[in-house]
Nanobody, 125 residues
Framework: QVQLVESGGGLVQAGGSLRLSCAAS????????LGWFRRAPGKEREFVAA????????YYADSVKGRFTISRDNAKNTALLQMSSLKAEDTAVYYC??????????????????WGQGTQVTVSS
């Protein structure tokens, strides 16, 4: 497993932008595929975006496609989630997660075995 720490959350007005970071404490970051999930008040944790170990493949939930961008820097053991055109419904706690194995589009949280503590994003309308 790998230890993950998210940062960058906060309060932003609708239409604004935020960039979330996920820092990994691991000797070798590159074997891990990464995902971002979120949990809104009263809702289940849902998939947001995923990126392969190399950064060459990405996948987004329909609700964020075109507004969010996931990226990673393996040299810095860091993953980013750039969020733009934020909406009130994007308000949630955002979690970074990691998994190993062959790359595939994996949106189920049970498939990720390492999680961060989450960072709160609040979008005011």
């Amino acid at each position: 497993q790998v230890q993950l720490v998210e940062s960058g959350g906060g309060l932003v007005q609708a239409g604004g932008s935020l960039r979330l970071s996920c820092a990994a404490s691991v000797r070798t970051f590159s074997p891990y595929h990464l995902g971002w999930f979120r949990r809104a008040p009263g809702k289940e944790r849902e998939f947001v975006a995923a990126i392969s170990w190399s950064g060459g493949s990405t996948y987004y939930a329909d609700s964020v496609k075109g507004r969010f961008t996931i990226s990673r820097d393996n040299a810095k053991n860091t993953a980013l989630l750039q969020m733009s055109s934020l909406k009130a419904e994007d308000t949630a706690v955002y979690y970074c997660a990691a998994r190993r194995g062959p790359w595939a589009v994996v949106t189920t949280r049970q498939s990720y075995d390492s999680w961060g503590q989450g960072t709160q994003v609040t979008v005011s309308s």
